[in-house]
């Protein structure tokens, strides 16, 4: 019965155990050695990436972060499986992604940082906007691979959601329109356990997320989402699915969300420390670490290296974040349409005019607090 | 369910030629559906990556035919079924359009585009401001819209306020079957996303229709006089074109010259000659089968009277659908801005002064 | 594992097929004989209202009509299987359940006349508006039985919606909800192969729409939605669950739609009549009269007395529908709000002397023709 | 993401007493977003057919802590988390309002109440309606909204349009600590769907509730007016009552009087308490946030212009937001209508004539 391929299996697939050691799986093969040291290395920088997020908030220097912290494993793999032509659909949480895919983390954290809606050019990167409203992304992402297969060009796309963004009806439209297209995608879901305070045993009742695939005649696959082995080996299945025309797919991979749900959250409302404390010891990082010492695939000279690396990119993020952009107020009105309609015209001489006054008055560009407003008038 | 009662309104609207001067000896007689479908094609046949896709729109050619025969010519792969869900309609084809595609989705009646509002308002209408202007979205939204067909609940709505509201959209509406086709070929062509309402009540009515001219970018922005007039001006769009037309031809025979501006694009607004019109006839009435709560007839009612204060000689009217859910078929015609209802407002524009 | 559980078997349950013949089943009992005389008896009048309906369009007293002709046996199915004190929320198609659920058959057309939006008072039925936006009754449902369960209340509602409306957002939300909520709502999809011009292959890729429920932790059963006793059987049991504290399920009927979507639309533009014709053969009635005649449970005499009162309630509908009913247009107003608002009040009032000045100008009320204007005026 | 700026706003915004005279002996010092808890808390405890969910409104008390703590009080019965979908939180509160319950339901920022339009616009707003009267749906979605608290993308829409359009929806919106407190527990009586808005901007702002006074259903329909002045009428509501009433201190150090009116409801509109405010000063700015193209702003300043011509010294000036979509937290401050950009207006009114 063709419904037997598609439900997931009972255990997430996983290929190195929390203590690093090589588990073998019947179905996937676990990725080159060389492989697992570049996706160690993206998780050596995405951890500092978060990690130095999580400190500009405090700082003051970025206004909001939703860390990955502990689901780096999955961020980076989502990066890796993809091809240079293929695209990727994050949501916020996703930076790291977005990051491991090159662009660049100054420019990614745009939107974080309140300087604009978003910071990189998606064509440059093949990196749609970092989406908010949960599970929208994903029917772009459809709508995206859907273009492309008309075309008969061979791009895959991944798109990224979260647990809580699976109860959405858009979350369920992209399934069934990229299943009945059968349009190379793959929904790739990190269960963190969490959407902000509610658990996911009040998302879903289901057995598993991964059940879900099978009522759109999609396979759907469990991974244990701190095992970039384990991660990348389903990926690249489903991508590799995806391109060669076998339609598209969901993985559902099981991680936690170690921090808060942003800076702005309180957790220890809605949840216990030990709960969070039990995912410690199941690290992404740790556990590729002594898998590849273990393995003797990298040595502390390496770790340095990639430690090294790792500040760099924290050290230009810290320089960048701290930099103040010149913002310029026109670009309110510049990117509405291809074209300034006269109203947005008159609106933006409106805008200016008070720009001109206020500085005319010494008072710094920019709309006047009541204080100023005085002087300027 | 599917309400068509297309022979009902074969016959209830007769043909009015197209405002935009005598017709080429190339128009052929069109409906506005027909005249619709005809810029689909040829769209389709102008540009590979036109798309045509929505509910029925395939082999059954839409519930009002407006796509009849599209499949069969262009193929599958150009005009398709989809999925019943309309976030899924408009959402996928926000990817086709960030992928190079230049979709045109159709929205089965106006009630039923609310479930893909989110799509559009938080990303059609946002995603070119989102990214700087790298990501534009070429899309159409075709919605028929409106009443006067005898249509059940949920299909008569008029929704162009909740599309005008939401910055980033363009919010385009023919009243001519030639307009129907010249706008929406330059809707095709635009580069942002375009809400293209179509009025249900005039899809059967008639009209020689020029294919020839060129694509006109500029069509879109562009309001009309379609009547002159003197002693005063009914600013409307759509289906209430034709009853502000029959309003002044009824008012001429009481000796009132009365002026009538189509607005052809409800976003962007042409201010300039909406404000021209009004200003040289100094009074105004607006018309439109919208509740009119907040709706586009409020915002023409206060930009003529912020822009035309010292013209006006008395208040700007507005006529239009109650604050009410639409009547049910039986009902309708108590609830549709008619003749008389223009009327009594023009009547209301202060002559004793 | 717990999914086995939740899956639909892989053929539809059948008790009685097409020939009449009973065919046993492991896990459903059929219904007593007496019920199923009663479906039957149901199941005439059903069909006499669909074709009484269809002939009422055809003479222009009845604006348009869905058809559920060839569906009567979900239709009565649905109807039979709940309790007095249970909600049934129905779509536009289901007028035939809403009749079986004793509302008067001219009130349920109502809406499908042009008369209002809606002829019955659902309290008085326990059934829900005939929904027209589709699957958004589905959360009312789920909703409406929430409260009841928050009550301590044992109602079951029962849900319906065809094939089309499972692609709705939704139509997932009210699935997710009732199952964390876990609450006794049965969803029962009529499968009729098509959404308008829609083919199900079009809708969806996965094995059946029963294979949905896995996907949010929900039993999902496939049922011959011809077979008015497997139908009987299933949504009892389904209806048995949700009382009892079992939580929601969904039920998938298949059958076909043997007319067009309404008397509007045209079903030779996109499916062939060799495909309608071999659905003459599993008619849901000349079933289960070959049953019950076979059975001894019927007679001639029975089926007489069964035709009688089936006219009968088409002579009563006819003749309603001939009715012109007195509208008043101030009904435009009365409901809105419970409390007319000033605006309405003075729209009202526009409205009334508009009434007044036509119907003194001996013109008959309403507002009124361009023609009509200028002796009004 | 949510982006929870509560630190900032906390000290941006001054207390100002509720203008509903001075406060009684039990008033307690709050903030709106206490006053709103408190007026939940209150409804709970007096009626036991009143529940609250949506998106973690219960263990963390919703992201901006309005329910913080009825959960524990009350039980997961009568406040809980739903899963994350808001046409299925809608929906399913029609559903229970069907079934003799009053939900509270929390959308958790403006944009993300967009899944829910069409439960919201189809079936929320139109149930009474259709089924004359039969079913009422006695229900309140409460939606933060706007912006000032340095929100991202998506959190600081200002959609008021989109509901007072539709005809069955009753739309609030509390100005004040205390008018949250009252108006809140008069949408919780109230018959009819209530969209209840609250200025995110203001949660944090504090002034003295009395929480004594029994509910007062005709609260809601009520404008007010806030400032007496005699030369000009600002007519606003939500966060930008606190920019008009600054606006009026300035104005008033330059000799200008200025009545400021509070519309507290937008849909019903108090046509009788602004029309006699603006036909007092013959003088008139109105002031939102919002796009100003088809918003409240134009309604309310096209029934002005209407219905107060002949008293009108000077055109009715908007100051809204503009039409484009919300600015990024950075260029906020230029977005947002200021004490500035309202006098600019007020000085506009003709006053040489
Ligand atoms: C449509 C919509 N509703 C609500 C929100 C507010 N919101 C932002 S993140 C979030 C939780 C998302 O949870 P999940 O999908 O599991 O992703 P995670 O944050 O765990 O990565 C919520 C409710 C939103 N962004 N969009
Ligand atoms: C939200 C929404 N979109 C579109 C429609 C228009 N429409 C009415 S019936 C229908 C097909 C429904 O198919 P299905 O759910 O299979 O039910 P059936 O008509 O076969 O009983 C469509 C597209 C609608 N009523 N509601
Ligand atoms: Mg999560
Ligand atoms: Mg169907």
Known sequence: MISDDLLPRETPVQLIDEHGTAVSDPRYAPPSTERLVEAYRALVQGRRVNDQCSALVRQGRLAVYPSSHGQEACQVAAALALGDDDWLFPTYRDSVAVIARSVDPAQSLVLLRGDWHSGYDPKEFHVAPQATPLATQLLHAVGFAHAATLRGEPTVVLAMCGDGATSEGDFHEAMNFAAVFHVPVVFFVQNNEFAISVPLSRQTAAPSLAHKAIGYGMPGERVDGNDVAALLAVLDTAVERARSGGGPSLVEAHTYRMQAHTNADDDTRYRAREAVQAWVERDPLTRMQAHLRGAGAIDDEAEAVFAAEAEQVATALREAMNAEPELDPEDLFRFVYAERTPQLESQWRMLRDELDRAAMAGTTAGATSPGATEGAR | ?353
Chains 1, 3 share one sequence.
């Not at chain 2, 025969?69 to 408009?90: H, Y």
């Open chain 2, 1 to 353: 369910m599917t309400m068509l009662e297309t022979r009902k309104s074969e016959t209830a609207h007769p043909a009015r030629p197209a405002p935009s001067g005598p017709p080429a000896p190339e128009a052929s007689v069109l409906t506005m559906a027909g005249a619709i479908n005809r810029a689909l094609a040829d769209e389709l046949a102008a540009d590979d990556s036109v798309l045509v896709f929505g509910e029925d729109v395939g082999a059954l050619g839409g519930v009002f035919r407006v796509t009849d025969g599209l499949t069969a010519r262009f193929g599958e792969s150009r005009c398709f079924d989809t999925p019943l869900a309309e976030s899924g309609i408009v959402g996928t084809a926000i990817g086709m359009a960030m992928n190079g595609m230049r979709p045109v989705v159709e929205m089965q009646f106006d009630a039923f585009a609310y479930p893909a509002f989110e799509q559009v308002v938080s990303h059609a209408a946002k995603m070119s401001n989102r990214t700087r202007g790298a990501v534009h979205l070429p899309m159409v939204i075709r919605i028929p819209f409106g009443g006067g067909i005898g249509g059940v609940e949920h299909h008569c709505d008029s929704s162009e306020a909740y599309y005008v509201h939401t910055p980033g959209l363009t919010v385009v509406c023919p009243a001519t079957p030639q307009d129907a086709y010249t706008l929406l070929r330059a809707a095709i062509h635009h580069p942002d996303p375009v809400v293209f309402l179509e009025p249900k009540k005039l899809y059967w009515s008639k009209a020689p229709v020029d294919t020839t001219a060129p694509v006109d970018a500029a069509e879109i922005g562009r309001a009309r006089v379609v009547r002159e007039g003197t002693d005063a001006t009914i600013v409307t769009y759509g289906a209430s074109v034709g009853v502000a037309l029959d309003a002044a031809a009824v008012a001429e025979t009481e000796g009132r010259s009365i002026q009538v501006v189509d607005v052809r694009t409800l976003t962007p607004c042409d201010d300039a000659t909406i404000f021209e019109a009004v200003r040289a006839t100094g009074r105004a009435v607006v018309v439109a089968e919208a509740p009119g709560f907040a709706s586009v007839a409020s915002e023409l009612a206060a930009r003529i009277g912020e822009h035309c204060f010292t013209h006006l000689e008395a208040p700007v009217r507005r006529v239009t659908g109650f604050d009410t859910p639409f009547a049910p078929p039986k009902l309708e015609r108590h609830y549709l801005p008619d003749v008389d209802r223009v009327l009594d407002a023009v009547d209301s524009l202060h002559w004793e002064d």
